[in-house]
């Protein structure tokens, strides 16, 4: 099956970021940001296939008058300035056909939101996955149209910048239901584009337990541990993938194992299914004629030797049935072990951002103001989890092979030091707590 991956973030102001400074890199060009007077000289990036302008009117537009003008239209401090799609393209396809398919899926953009749209198409990386061909697409955040200059005019907020509350007095539940048509669309568009080139492969936006996938999904690295991995240098990311990916292994395993011993009880069953009895009369008279020679009783009957048939075809199959009991008692315990690693993954990540956030904040602050904390409360919650995640994984670890004690070890050595971290950033006895806090998801920053 081919990659799928089509996710969306925004470019925001209040992250520091710039739509100009993003067009600029992810085409290679040179662009200059009027608001900022900054230069921004990427021509010498290597890795851009390809590049474009689509706008809903089909006329295109010069790159850094577009994203001038995006960047011109908002005025607060914090604006989302242009949106991303981050699309994985089908390795199958050829370059040529990669365009088309990129450019199709902007033009849809452009037609069912009203805005602009800049594409730039990435061959992979000389030391990256071979297959990592993608396409950056940049959005503007408010729908254009052209003035009688024939320049863009930036008009009203397009529909995936609008809230919640905007979006239902138009009949849209939320956001995120924009956010999955895309998603689908993006499905549709490339899957018809494998099928035209004549491959089998497809793509699929559904989560692999949806898919009925007995694997646990990998943590996307992001570029900068990717490039350490790469160097050689253990991530605490890149330990809990290969974590993951050595758990998964010897669930593939386990399954095979199954699937085998299924295949097994049903050739045995067959193999008794084929067993003829002999016929009767010709074996009672045999039978009887050697008892009165030998002075014994008959050797067996047909309804005797029937029997015996079925006893021993009940027992072939309480072996068969402890058998795929056993696996299936090794199944249980080795989804509670991904179970386990899987919910130590998410925690670490629940811990790890709200920590480096505070960190970075204080190693920045200003020696007049207050030190940056962590809420007492969402830190208890976060030790209490990783206390409850150690219980459930000593129960498992005497049957649990030597392998996946190494991994959970390594992981828990990980999440013992986020905690440690996080522990660091407790507010003094003193300090009144902060009321701005989501105890579920950390501090409100």
Request: hydrophobic fraction near 35%; proline fraction near 4%.
């Amino acid at each position: 099956m081919a990659l799928y991956r089509a996710e969306t973030k925004p470019i925001s102001r209040k992250d520091g970021r710039s739509a100009v400074a993003a067009a600029a890199y992810r085409s290679g060009a040179s662009l200059v940001d009027d608001r900022t007077g900054n230069a921004h000289d990427y021509t010498r990036r290597r890795g851009v296939v390809a590049t474009g302008i689509i706008t809903p009117d089909g006329q295109g537009y010069e790159r850094n008058a577009l994203w001038n003008g995006a960047e011109a239209a908002e005025k607060r401090k914090d604006a989302r300035t242009a949106r991303e799609w981050v699309l994985a393209l089908p390795a199958e396809l050829t370059d040529a056909q990669r365009l088309d398919l990129t450019a199709q899926f902007s033009r849809s953009l452009a037609e069912r939101f009203g805005v602009a749209v800049d594409f730039a198409i990435h061959r992979p990386g000389r030391e990256g996955d071979e297959r990592n061909h993608h396409a950056h697409v940049l959005t503007t955040t408010r729908q254009v149209s052209r003035d009688a200059s024939g320049a863009l005019a930036f008009g009203d907020k397009a529909l995936p910048e609008q809230s919640d509350a905007q979006l239902r007095k138009q009949g849209i539940e939320r956001g995120a239901v924009l956010v999955e048509e895309v998603r689908a669309l993006w499905e549709a568009q490339a899957n018809a584009s494998l099928e035209a080139a004549g491959e089998a492969a497809r793509i699929d936006r559904r989560s692999l337990k949806a898919r009925g996938i007995d694997r646990t999904p990998t943590v996307h690295l992001g570029p900068s541990v990717t490039a350490l991995e790469r160097r050689g240098r253990r991530t605490e990311g890149g330990n809990m993938n290969r974590a993951i990916e050595q758990d998964n292994e010897q669930r593939a395993a386990l399954t095979a194992e199954i699937i085998d011993l299924q295949a097994e009880r049903v050739r045995i069953q067959s193999e008794a299914a084929r067993q003829v009895a002999p016929k009767p009369a010709r074996r009672e008279r045999k039978h009887g004629f050697l008892a009165g020679y030998y002075g014994s009783e008959p050797l067996s009957s047909p309804l005797q030797h029937s029997n015996r048939q079925a006893e021993l075809e009940r027992q072939r199959q309480q072996e068969v049935e402890a058998e795929r009991q056993r696996h299936e008692a090794a199944r249980l315990r080795n989804e509670k072990r991904a179970e386990i690693l899987k919910a130590a993954n998410a925690l670490a990540e629940r811990i790890k951002a709200p920590v480096e956030r505070t960190e970075l904040l204080n190693r920045f602050r200003n020696p007049w103001d207050d030190w940056h904390e962590l809420n007492e409360a969402w830190v208890r919650q976060r030790e209490a989890e990783f206390a409850r995640l150690r219980a459930r994984a000593e129960e498992l670890m005497p049957r649990a092979p030597s392998s996946w004690r190494d991994l959970i070890k390594a992981v828990f050595e990980v999440l013992q030091g986020l905690i440690e971290r996080m522990q660091k950033l407790l507010p003094s006895p003193d300090d009144d707590l902060d009321d701005d806090w989501d105890l579920d998801n950390g501090p409100g920053m």
